[in-house]
């Protein structure tokens, strides 16, 4: 369980991961994906950069768009295959 980690670094490593994959966005909003991330226990409960591989999975790309991080958490807490 990484809740060990403070917040801030947390999202500072979780940040720095996003802004790894996605080169050509805005690090802001990559700053604030991870915030947001942050405030999810699921995700909290894995490393910084775990729970941005977490989140960036191929099969989870419907979730990405437009912020919709409640569907993700859902979707973590019952897995179901997207078609």
């Not at 809740?3 to 080169?23: E, G, N, V």
């Amino acid at each position: 369980m990484e809740d060990d980690i403070p917040t801030d670094m947390w999202i500072y490593y979780c940040a720095r991961q996003l802004k790894m994959h996605w080169r050509t966005v805005d690090p802001e909003q990559l700053d604030e994906l991870a915030n947001e991330l942050a405030k999810e226990p699921i995700l909290r409960q894995l490393s910084p950069q775990a729970a941005a591989a977490k989140w960036m999975e191929p099969d989870l790309i419907p979730f990405r768009v437009g912020g919709r991080t409640e569907e993700f958490v859902s979707w973590l807490q019952n897995p179901r295959r997207i078609e």
